[in-house]
T-cell receptor
Framework: NAGVTQTPKFQVLKTGQSMTLQCAQD?????MYWYRQDPGMGLRLIYY???????DKGEVPNGYNVSRLNKREFSLRLESAAPSQTSVYFC????????????FGPGTRLLVL | QKEVEQNSGPLSVPEGAIASLNCTYS??????FFWYRQYSGKSPELIMF????GDKEDGRFTAQLNKASQYVSLLIRDSQPSDSATYLC??????????FGSGTKLNVKP
């Protein structure tokens, strides 16, 4: 049971490049989330998926797209990266029962030059 | 106005003292409240959650919720150097959107 995994751990992009951040959980959780965390700030919700096949915008969705490929996987795509998207990205999931615990992945550090 | 406000600190307390962390939120419809601990370079980990007004205790940690005043607090008794971290407050109405504060950095001095 690996919990929530994220790939890659670290990525450097040039402005305008695209990339997809991958997230997977093996705990059979329905809800999954993507957050970004900038220095000295808390987490801000980008997108969430309450169940397989559904996605909704969070607090800061501009510049991002998501795909809930199946129950396990929730990917975040940057179509044209900008320096303002330099951040640490966390994926998280919540079980259907016992929703109190949000399980976080280890994070992806993204640097956009 | 930010959804969740926290004093950024740092809050410095001596080892063995009580650390008191506070958080206010703007959405009166918030139903669930969480405290996370985050070590530098790591992902957040849940410390406590609370739903009802009043106090909830778990070991050295006590969460306090006052919905009328829209604040949540976390007390850490017998603070240890290993408690030194950033503490994030989070709130949600329905487990769809979560709002986090910017965190309070706690330093526990030996």
């Amino acid at each position: 049971n690996a919990g929530v995994t994220q790939t890659p751990k670290f990525q450097v992009l040039k402005t305008g490049q695209s990339m997809t951040l991958q997230c997977a959980q093996d705990m059979n959780h329905n809800s999954m989330y993507w957050y970004r965390q900038d220095p000295g700030m808390g987490l801000r919700l980008i997108y969430y998926s309450a169940s397989e096949g559904t996605t909704d915008k969070g607090e800061v969705p501009n510049g991002y797209n998501v795909s809930r490929l199946n129950k396990r996987e929730f990917s975040l795509r940057l179509e044209s990266a900008a320096p303002s998207q330099t951040s640490v990205y966390f994926c998280a999931s919540i079980p259907t029962r016992g929703k109190e615990t949000q399980y976080f992945g280890p994070g992806t550090r993204l640097l956009v030059l | 106005q930010k959804e969740v406000e926290q004093n950024s600190g740092p809050l410095s307390v001596p080892e063995g003292a009580i650390a008191s962390l506070n958080c206010t939120y703007s959405d009166r419809g918030s139903q669930s409240f969480f405290w996370y601990r985050q070590y530098s370079g790591k992902s957040p980990e849940l410390i406590m959650f609370i739903y009802s007004n009043g106090d909830k205790e778990d070991g050295r940690f006590t969460a306090q919720l006052n919905k009328a005043s829209q604040y949540v607090s976390l007390l850490i008794r017998d603070s240890q150097p290993s408690d030194s971290a950033t503490y994030l407050c989070a709130v949600t109405r329905n487990f769809n959107k979560f709002y986090f504060g910017s965190g309070t950095k706690l330093n526990v001095k030996p």
